[in-house]
């Protein structure tokens, strides 16, 4: 497992596989950061290199030497920053949290790696941590495969161990820099991992067990509850017990709670858990399938948060509700035009079995709110028109109170995270009229995020502060890798989510 340390010793007599440091982007090609700690003769080795490859020292540039002079570490990846001169030391904190990812990326196999970048402050430090281990996550195929006959046991993907150098000193605001960007990176990796694994091995109830393994391994007290389809039934959860009813894989929604004795205020996280979408009976081309067992994301989002939240110590209860269900097509699955009853009583029309995720979510707003905390923000793959609006980097915010969605787009900004705010016209709810229920789950294609929205605040009670956040498309990078995202499941959310609670912690 990847592991992150600091230190203060100086680069150069790091014992390490491989060791990373800056560079910037001058004039006259690429030349060495500040913050590397190299004596001269490395200094010079490396600038000859540089001028020979013909680096530039833009963003996303990695080069690796070997043999490097007055260097313990066997190779010295040089990573680029962009725009700088060799005495600028401060970076902006996404710039530094990329650069490592893409340097961690090339050397992930090596047993252990320094980092050597700019760090003058808890900022810096934390985010060249959080990069650094962000750059080494591998999906282990082979972990959730079951034992059979004549498979070789599986052997566990492993990180390097990670040093990274502090400019700011070895302090206690240095050390827990870094100690949470290694809690927060494992966390997002599990994130990853769940969103990952394939539909047939991840299905509801292997979610659920999933999340009781995880905290029953963690070092903090994290409790789990499961309310099974029976469950679900009786209780009134109209949604998701109608969206997974066309599966053999019933629904479930698991509740992950953190409850420290200093607690100071509650929260709630909402994740939709859509193990896999069919598009159920609205039946989705074949092309539009292939990555649909990324429609859980929000739940491992949530699932991480918690987890993450727990195990730093946040002083802030944090509760996070997985909506589990998979949307199949079946001669018991749900109708375009059938009519659900939602946990608060609501009705509401079935328009589109492909727009399932905000029936999940309904019903686990309402569950949420039954418990009054001081806000709610769900997290989901919502809607196509996300994508358009706002391409595939960068989440959807909306919300009932403008404030409270600035503080949401704050703390993504801050984790190096893309969102924008959206807004939520009180005219929208006009498309959701229908003769037959209360509500249509569902408006015309304009605005088609938007209208998701619209409805997911009908399940909100009134003077609740609550936030919602569509990451459609950064939550999966079908593409190649590119800074902190690896190709597939990115964890995107954890780090926001972990800074909103953190934010409410300290908040005044």
Partial sequence: MTSVTVTT???ADLPVDALVVGSVRTPDGADLAAGHGLPRKAVVHLQAVLADLEATGKAEEVHRVVAVPGVKATSVVVTGLG???????????????????SALRSVRGKKAVGVA????DAESLSAVADGAFAGCYVYDKAAPLPARKGRPAATPVTGPKIVVVSG?????????????????GAARDWARDLVNMPPNLL???????????????????ITVSVLDEKALVKGGFGGITGVGQGSSNPPRIVTMSWSPSNAKGSVALVGKGITFDTGGLNLKPSTGMVTMKCDMAGAAAVAAT????????????VTGYLCLAENMPSGTAQRPSDVVVMRNGTSVEILDTDAEGR??????ICLAAEKTPDWIVDIATLTGAQMIALGDDTAGVMGNDDAFRAKVVAAADAAGEGAWPMPLPAALRAKLDTPTA???????RAGGMLTAAKFLEEFVPEGMTWAHVDIAGPAFNEKGPKGRNPKGGTGFGVSTLLGLVEGHATRA
């Fill in 438 to 444: 209360d509500i249509a789950h569902k408006g015309d």
């Fill in 9 to 11: 010793k100086t680069s």
């Fill in 83 to 101: 725009e700088g001169t060799t005495r600028r030391t401060a970076f902006e904190h996404t710039v530094l949290r990329e650069a490592a990812a």
């Fill in 203 to 221: 299905y509801p109830q292997s979610f659920a067990d999933a999340v009781k393994k995880r905290a029953a391994e963690s070092s903090a007290k």
């Fill in 359 to 364: 029936m999940v979510l309904g019903d686990g």
């Fill in 168 to 184: 700011l000193g070895q302090g206690k605001a240095a050390k827990d820099a870094v100690a949470r960007a290694g809690v927060l």
């Fill in 117 to 120: 970048l700019p760090t003058p």
């Fill in 306 to 317: 918690v987890l993450a939240a727990a195990e730093t110590g946040v002083p802030v209860a």
